[in-house]
Nanobody, 120 residues
Framework: QVQLVESGGGLVQAGGSLRLSCAAS????????MGWYRQAPGKQRELVAS???????NYADSVKGRFTISRDNAKNTVSLQMNSLKPEDTAVYYC??????????????WGQGTQVTVSS
């Protein structure tokens, strides 16, 4: 099993910054991809940003230029630096990690979610 522990989040005014972090532990042979999703009330969960082991990143159009995802392969952590936050960024943010076990089977794990609220 893989456990994800998220930290960060909270309440910030529009234009402010927050940093989310997520640490993976447990039965991890290798990590394929790490990412952040978010879900606002009444909306579907959506990808915010992802990063693969080689460092290639992918961002939602709505956060490009404002959010930066990074990972530390040695520590099995992924972070999301969020700048120039907008009220529409308000959501519960979830860490997601795709891992391979020693048999090569991929497991997708989710964090418990952390609330980000941006006031106008």
């Amino acid at each position: 099993q893989v456990q994800l522990v998220e930290s960060g989040g909270g309440l910030v005014q529009a234009g402010g910054s927050l940093r989310l972090s997520c640490a993976a532990s447990g039965r991890i042979f290798s990590i394929k991809a790490m990412g952040w999703y978010r879900q606002a009330p009444g909306k579907q969960r959506e990808l915010v940003a992802s990063i693969i082991r080689g460092g290639n990143t992918n961002y939602a159009d709505s956060v490009k230029g404002r959010f930066t995802i990074s990972r530390d392969n040695a520590k099995n952590t992924v972070s999301l630096q969020m700048n120039s936050l907008k009220p529409e960024d308000t959501a519960v943010y979830y860490c997601n990690v795709d891992t391979n076990n020693i048999m090569g089977v991929t497991l997708s794990s989710w964090g418990q979610g952390t609330q980000v609220t941006v006031s106008s």
